[in-house]
């Protein structure tokens, strides 16, 4: 279901809440996914993030993700800003719920974010890097889009980026 979505198959909001149902992912399960995020992160993310923020760029994770899965990779990263979907779990950990009313959960959601981050940080100059079809929402959003295919070569995705990159490392090279 999630590759269909990210394929551009069927909309994501098709299968955002059904999944979910079908995972019923607890805290712990959360937690562990994230930690998986850091030791399969892209090999060149902290240092390109650490160059970017130095030229001056505010890097920001959008993602139809889980919020508690992705803050450790953000730390890690040096992310301060999370645009992901809050997971709710009870006492127990167990999971209950999820943000329902994120716009990541649904088709057309993240360029909605991207307006709304664009109104907060006022930039001069604006990108987005992404694998999905609902990444590449975001191309009228921004001055470049970059489609990234180190784990997955999406053809939509990459036929509709700006640019297309298989390493966060040359990334920077694009936004000079």
């Known amino acids: 279901m999630t590759n269909d979505a ?43 993030v650490a160059a970017l923020k130095a030229a001056g760029w505010i890097p920001v994770i959008v993602s139809a993700g889980y919020t508690q899965a992705i803050e450790p990779l953000a730390r890690w990263l040096g992310i301060d800003r999370i645009e992901a979907v809050r997971l709710d779990f009870d006492a127990a950990g167990r999971y209950a719920g999820f943000d329902t009313a994120h716009p990541a959960t649904r088709q057309g959601g993240k360029p909605e974010v991207v307006r709304a981050l664009k109104k907060e940080f006022q930039p001069v100059r604006s990108a987005a890097v992404g694998d999905g079809v609902s990444d590449l929402e975001t191309k009228a959003e921004v001055n470049l889009f970059v489609g990234f295919g180190r784990y997955v070569t ?12 298989n390493s966060l490392a040359e990334l920077p090279t694009l936004l000079k």
Do not use: N, S
């Not at 019923?24 to 240092?47: F, M, S």
């Not at 990459?158 to 990159?165: K, S, T, V």
């Open 154 to 165: 999406r053809a939509k995705v990459q036929a509709g980026a700006h640019a297309f990159i």
């Open 6 to 48: 990210m394929d551009g198959r069927i909309p994501l909001e098709q299968v955002f809440a059904r999944r979910l149902e079908i995972i019923r992912p607890g805290r712990a399960e959360t937690e562990a996914v994230g930690q998986l995020y850091i030791k399969e992160v892209e090999p060149t993310a902290q240092a390109t």
